[in-house]
């Protein structure tokens, strides 16, 4: 059975080995004792009812129980899971998966080379990903040896099958993860998996608390009632209490997804790319990062992975300039308007906003973009629903304009699923002949090539605002060693990554 794992983050973290060297003394001392008491973390997540949370605690649990045959890496290449190597054919018309060696479930099941075969199959059957339609067949050649053919080449395949994770064909609830799951409720209770793969947990038991509000988490954990928060809200208060508290660390990353405020090209104004640069220039980015992320985030000038190896930092960009708008709208026939409905602002035209309610920093950062519309003379009036009926407003085309994340998933696969016009019918087809190009590419040469033609298709006929990588932290209480990799002081790395690897910070196990 397959998990889809859409915001999972697969950040590349190596195992660790430890040595100690024991030195000749005149005086004899007893050796040193393993702690033989459990060691549990108590993990605080929130679960809000809007429907844009990053998983919530299902989406944390399926972390800890299943795994991928592929990850994939901080510069969006792809690394070893549960595949420990592959190959592409020199024509690209068949991609070899070597699997590892005595795989097992948590329960003890193999799963071997037929078992992925099956599995495999059934996710090319669905067509999740366009790279899927190609594959003509999926072949065990050797035991641990998968042989899938393709009717074309598609340079986006490897780094696709990132997105899909395994779990026992009959029970969900068991996978190859380093946690396996005792229980789901009242408290979801999971313990350390002595068969993974990459060896024991260092954690005995991971318990997951489940909170409606985001802010909730770290008032618990400074009750002491949690060990470790998911993700801090993007509160100032809450980030800065944090920061000055002795009895925990904060671990903060930039995320895999972007904020957006998407254009629907049905409306017939936004059909006209010159509306669309004018409205990109009137946006002041880091100002709505500022209000509506309490300064938690970096810009966004586009929907490709900004440490992504193929990224291209000499692109152009949107700067907030109000001359420039101005210009780009009178150019495009949309002088300033004099005169105005009853009740409603003078404006060149007015657009409807969707976001989500009850999701404070959507509704802050609306605002802003409404403030800075405004001084343009656009009105943007703005429209606070429940999820579920945002997402059937989305899906019948009954809206102007989207303020919402979406994942880049590090990958070049999620660009090319999030604004080809065969995946996404919001009217936008611009960008189908280069995201064309790019799943026939061949070298790195070819992929910077076509990803900086890309980049330049967004830039001057942009499908949307996009906006902010928001920043996230996760805390931390001192009581527990926490292995780290960053990328660098400013954008770090997901510490969950290596959960697996977390101990006690007194622990001698």
Not at 96 to 123: C, M, S, V, W, Y
Not at 358 to 376: G, N
Request: with cysteine.
């Amino acid at each position: 059975m397959v998990r889809h794992a859409f915001t999972k983050d697969r950040a590349a973290i190596g195992c660790v080995l430890f040595a100690a060297a024991l030195l000749g003394s005149a005086c004899t001392q007893a050796p040193l004792q393993a702690d033989p008491t459990p060691v549990t973390l108590r993990f605080g997540v929130a679960s809000p009812k809007t429907g844009l949370s990053t998983g919530g605690v299902s989406g944390f649990i399926s972390n800890l129980l299943s795994e991928s045959l592929i990850g994939t890496g901080w510069d969006g290449r792809p690394f070893a899971r549960l595949a420990t190597e592959w190959s592409t054919s020199a024509d690209g018309l068949a991609v070899d998966l070597r699997l590892r060696d005595k795989l097992q479930f948590h329960d003890g099941t193999p799963a071997d080379g037929p078992f992925f075969k099956n599995e495999l199959q059934r996710i090319f059957a669905r067509f999740q990903y366009e790279s899927h339609k190609s594959v003509i067949s999926v072949d065990l050649v050797e035991p641990n040896l998968i042989r899938i053919k393709l009717a074309r080449r598609e340079a986006l395949f490897v780094t696709d099958l990132a997105n899909s994770s395994f779990v026992h064909p009959k029970n969900p609830d068991l996978g190859l993860g380093p946690f396996k799951l005792l229980r789901r409720t009242p408290t979801a209770r999971l313990e350390a998996f002595d068969g993974y793969y990459r060896g024991r947990p260092s954690l005995d038991f991971v318990e997951v608390l489940e909170y409606e509000e985001q802010r909730t988490p770290w008032a618990a954990f400074l009750r002491g009632e949690i060990d470790a928060v998911h993700e801090l809200s993007p509160s100032a208060a809450e980030f800065m209490e944090a920061e000055g508290q002795s009895n925990v660390r904060t671990f903060p990353f930039i995320a895999p997804y972007y904020i957006h405020l998407a254009f629907n090209l049905k409306n017939p104004i936004l059909k006209n790319a010159a509306v669309r640069r004018a409205l990109s220039y009137a946006v002041d980015r880091q100002a709505v990062i500022d209000t509506g992320l309490a300064k938690q985030g970096e810009v966004a000038e586009g929907p490709i992975w900004p440490f992504h190896w193929a990224h291209s930092t000499a692109q152009k960009k949107y700067t907030h300039n109000i001359e420039a708008a101005t210009l780009q709208f009178d150019s495009a026939g949309y002088p300033k308007q004099r005169a105005s409905k009853p009740g409603r602002m003078p404006s060149r035209f007015s657009l409807r906003c969707l976001t989500i309610a009850r999701e404070a920093r959507y509704e802050k950062m609306a605002t802003v973009l409404q403030k800075q519309f405004y001084d343009v003379g656009i009105d943007l009036q703005i429209e606070a629903l429940p999820a579920d009926e945002l997402y059937k407003r989305l899906q019948t085309g009954d809206f102007d304009t989207v303020l919402i994340q979406r994942t880049s998933g590090r990958s070049l696969g999620w660009t090319y699923n999030s604004f080809h016009s065969s995946k996404v019918p919001l009217g936008y087809s611009s960008a189908d002949a280069v995201l064309d190009r790019l799943r026939g590419t061949t070298t790195d040469a070819e992929v910077k090539t076509v990803v900086s033609d890309l980049q330049q298709i967004f830039h001057d006929d942009p499908p949307a605002i996009f906006i902010a990588w928001p920043k996230v932290k996760r805390a931390v209480g001192t009581a527990f060693s926490v292995p780290v990799e960053r990328a660098n002081d400013d954008y770090g790395r997901d510490v969950l990554s290596s959960l697996w690897q977390w101990r006690r910070a007194d622990s001698r196990k």
